[in-house]
């Protein structure tokens, strides 16, 4: 790993210089955020092993690290694209984009290979301007790694007038994320977004919609009925319905009073997923010792604000999110934490040194119906990031 890493790395700092007498065709963007983390013994960090009773304290852990270290490399000449991305931290070596895009035509694009899923808004927004540090709670479990290997066609409206943008995104997806591909049959994604920008004020509306199919291995489908989980004989290896629909909207402006952001996203569907685990697959489902044998379905949605305080480098940062793990089980018989309904809110503040140097700190509380079975886990979260980033 040491080495391949280093390796890496020298071919970066190559193709740095080689391309560096060519920066109208060259892009290289890179940051590395680094973090210290406080989480109740109940919550999950970004930067370390969760926790250990022999090793952390009674009622917090805390962990510290490299949560990003990302290089990103864009190539265009006429019509086409060359990206790659990586994550570089102290875990290790992790290929995050490895995709070309071809434009032969203004209103047509394609693209091949490694990317953002481009389902919502915010899961291809970038980490470097993330105000709530992570993406939701729901994003992180509907697609954990964020990235997957597919081709997309973009179609765009032909608008003469330039404030007025929209486009129709269609993509086939392996729904393995960044693992290698082991089911033939590709899950399918289509992203209708319309924006509009005049002056200092943006904003935009989108619809996505993502079908998939999530291997059985085992013999048994558990359904709810009746507010109870109930099992079915079915065919091994059954392929079931992983099926979203979501919504958006962004709204972006600058006054006097400084800059104002409010975004939000909504989205609902049918999840296969583990006995314990409502997180969509990361490796191979035909494993028949932890199958994706419940069908669950969702329902979740978020709400992030934020302000910049008299145009000074503070901003405000407020956030709401809510997940429903399983909508056809009552709060009151839940006796799986993969069931579980989460109320989340998020306060904290960003402070901006200059273009490369940003703090950021945010206090997220998490809340769940505790009832007979399920206590009201301690998973509440205190993140302190610095961010150092560049581009050339």
């Known amino acids: 790993m040491r080495k391949g ?8 700092i190559a193709t740095f210089f080689a391309y560096s007498q060519q920066k109208d065709d060259f892009k290289f963007i890179g940051y590395i955020q680094s973090q210290v983390e406080f989480a109740g013994i109940d919550g999950t960090t970004f930067t370390g092993s969760a926790y250990n009773p022999d090793r952390d304290g009674k009622d917090f852990y805390t962990r510290a690290g490299v949560r990003r270290g990302l290089l990103h490399f864009e190539f265009t000449k006429g019509k086409g694209k060359g990206v ?16 070309w895009d071809v434009t032969p035509y203004d209103w047509l694009s394609f693209r091949g290979g490694l990317m953002s899923v481009g389902y919502g808004h915010e899961i291809e927004y970038s980490s470097s301007n993330m105000e709530t540090m ?15 290997f597919g081709f997309t066609a973009t179609l765009k409206a032909p608008f003469k007038d330039k ?14 994320a960044i693992n290698k591909v082991v089911d033939p049959a590709p899950n399918f994604l289509s992203h209708l977004k319309y924006d509009y920008k005049e002056g200092n004020t943006s904003w935009g509306v989108g619809l996505s919609y993502y079908e998939g199919r ?7 489908w558990h359904v709810v009925k009746n507010n109870a989980w109930t099992t079915q004989t079915v065919k091994t290896n059954q392929r079931n319905a992983r099926r979203y629909i979501g919504a958006e909207f962004q709204y972006n402006t600058k006054t006097s009073w400084g800059r104002t952001s409010l975004r939000g996203e909504c989205s609902f ?18 494993n028949i010792a932890n199958p994706f044998s419940y069908d669950r379905k969702f ?15 503070l901003s405000v940062v407020l956030k709401y999110q809510y997940l429903n793990q399983n909508t056809e089980i009552s709060n009151d018989k839940v006796q799986n934490a993969a069931d579980l309904t989460y109320n989340n809110i998020g306060i904290g503040f ?19 119906k505790a009832n007979d079975y399920i206590k009201d886990l301690n998973d509440n979260i205190l993140m302190v990031r610095l961010q150092y980033k560049f581009v050339y």
């Open 163 to 176: 404030r007025h943008s929209l486009k129709l995104s269609l993509s086939a997806m392996s729904g393995n």
């Open 214 to 220: 999530t291997n059985n291995a085992d013999s048994i």
């Open 134 to 148: 992570e993406r939701s709670l729901m994003a992180r479990k509907l697609f954990p790694q964020e990235h997957d």
């Open 84 to 99: 790659f991305e990586a994550n570089i931290r102290e875990a290790g070596f992790l290929p995050l984009l490895a995709y």
């Open 5 to 12: 890493v280093s390796l890496f790395i020298l071919s970066v």
């Open 269 to 286: 569907g049918k999840q296969p997923t583990r006995l314990n685990n409502f997180a969509s697959q990361q490796d191979n489902s035909y």
């Open 350 to 368: 960003m402070y901006q040194f200059n273009e490369q140097i940003r703090l950021h700190c945010l206090y997220d509380i998490y809340k769940n």
């Open 299 to 313: 329902f979740g949605a978020f709400l992030v604000y934020t302000q910049q305080i008299a145009r000074t480098p």
